[in-house]
Antibody, heavy 119, light 108 residues
Framework: QVQLVQSGAEVKKPGSSVKVSCKAS????????FSWVRQAPGQGLEWMGR????????DYAQKFQGRVTIFADTSTTTAYMEVSSLRSEDTAVYYC????????????WGQGTLVTVSS | EIVLTQSPGTLSLSPGERATLSCRAS???????LAWYQQKPGQAPRLLIY???SRDTGIPDRFSGSGSGTDFTLTISRLEPEDFAVYYC?????????FGPGTTVDIK
């Protein structure tokens, strides 16, 4: 059974950076892309980007290009998402998610990591 | 980017009633790569339907998905108390993947 366990909640100052991790267990780590999805308080889901561990290639939503970095460490079966130049609007729960069985739909989700940006 | 629109924004129904949720795409979703997720407060989303009409393992058969191209539907045949939640559609056929704004199904 695949499990995605994310790092704990963070409180950050505006202008700083945050890195959230997503540790995968079960299944084959490199076989599926890991996406990151964020959800601002009371809002909907927003796809940020994904990393394909086998190739190391990351794809980003245009909104996040240049300020978000997504990467993976195959030796520790962990995916990461880093956001720089944080602003208050980045306050959100960040989820990692991945597919299964050849499907790119998000079958498995991490528990979410709350990032609060506040001065 | 494919923009997804969901309607209605809120659906107020009673347990036992039928719920019909709509998801419309700004352009055709390739290979019917359309998914539906359920989200309850404080929880991560849960996959219900993928490939427009295939149910995820363990999802009750009262949930069904249909549609192709630009128009998709999630139907809950008889609402159970645990079905009152927010439902999102998502297309994963073209990058960037996108989500609809969600439909809230609440108790009338």
């Amino acid at each position: 059974q695949v499990q995605l366990v994310q790092s704990g909640a963070e409180v950050k100052k505006p202008g700083s950076s945050v890195k959230v991790s997503c540790k995968a267990s079960g299944g084959t780590f490199s076989s599926y892309a890991f996406s990151w999805v964020r959800q601002a308080p009371g809002q909907g889901l927003e796809w940020m980007g994904r990393i394909t561990p086998m190739s190391g290639i990351a794809d980003y939503a245009q909104k996040f290009q240049g300020r978000v970095t997504i990467f993976a460490d195959t030796s520790t079966t962990t995916a990461y998402m880093e956001v720089s130049s944080l602003r208050s609007e980045d306050t959100a729960v960040y989820y990692c998610a991945r597919g299964f069985g050849g499907s790119l739909a998000f079958w498995f989700w991490g528990q979410g990591t709350l990032v609060t940006v506040s001065s | 980017e494919i923009v997804l629109t969901q309607s209605p924004g809120t659906l107020s129904l009673s347990p036992g009633e039928r719920a019909t949720l709509s998801c419309r795409a700004s352009q055709s979703v390739s290979n019917s790569h359309l998914a539906w997720y359920q989200q309850k407060p404080g929880q991560a989303p849960r996959l219900l339907i993928y490939g427009a009409s295939s149910r995820d393992t363990g999802i009750p058969d009262r949930f069904s998905g249909s549609g192709s191209g630009t128009d998709f539907t999630l139907t809950i045949s008889r609402l159970e108390p645990e079905d009152f939640a927010v439902y999102y559609c998502q297309q994963y056929g073209n990058l960037p993947f996108t989500f609809g704004p969600g439909t809230t199904v609440d108790i009338k």
